[in-house]
């Protein structure tokens, strides 16, 4: 029973296969390579988050910056939204830089996508999902990043994910709703 069984399972995962394949490489995600190397003591190292949240900042007249969390971003032009995670004790793969990766999913494709930093960044095929990647100094232990909210960017569910050492360390989801 346990060889009939066996032989079921081999024969069903060959019929399986080709029906699996080809829709896997159909997939709407056509997303620059960005390869990432790590030493084995970084991938070893614990990543413990003490705190992480999503918001909106805006700057006042006077230059003040203020963050407010939320998971509704008003679409305001020039304001800007965005995450900030407090990591304990990471040293990152040079000492005292981290290196993140943050996936951005909008519910459609923006007018335009902007960025002060197109070495790292890469945009789906479809223009609805993009992929930065940084290596920054944490300032008493905070990473963040925000996105200022431009002419022709998209209403509707949004979602980020944020990555260190290939380790999802954060998930936003939030709307961006008329002003």
Request: net charge positive; no cysteine.
């Amino acid at each position: 029973m346990k060889i009939l069984n066996s032989q079921v399972l081999v024969v069903s995962l060959f019929l399986i296969v080709p029906i699996i394949t080809p829709a896997l490489n159909k997939s709407s995600m056509a997303l620059a390579a960005i390869t990432t190397k790590y030493d084995q003591s970084i991938i070893n190292q614990q990543i413990v988050v003490n705190k992480s949240e999503f918001g909106v900042k805006i700057v006042s007249a006077e230059g003040k910056v203020n963050f407010f969390p939320t998971t509704t971003v008003p679409l305001k032009e020039g304001d800007a939204y965005g995450w900030k995670i407090t990591l304990d004790n990471y040293q990152g793969n040079v000492k005292g830089k981290v290196k993140w990766r943050e996936v951005l999913t909008l519910p459609q494709a923006p007018e335009t996508w902007t960025t002060e930093n197109n070495k790292n960044f890469s945009i789906s095929k479809d223009g609805k999902t993009a992929i930065s990647q940084r290596t920054a100094t944490p300032v008493n232990g905070v990473i963040e990043n925000f996105w200022t909210i431009s002419p022709g960017d998209p209403l509707g569910k949004h979602q980020i994910e944020v990555y260190i050492d290939e380790r999802l360390i954060g998930t936003f989801i939030f709307e961006i709703v008329p002003f």
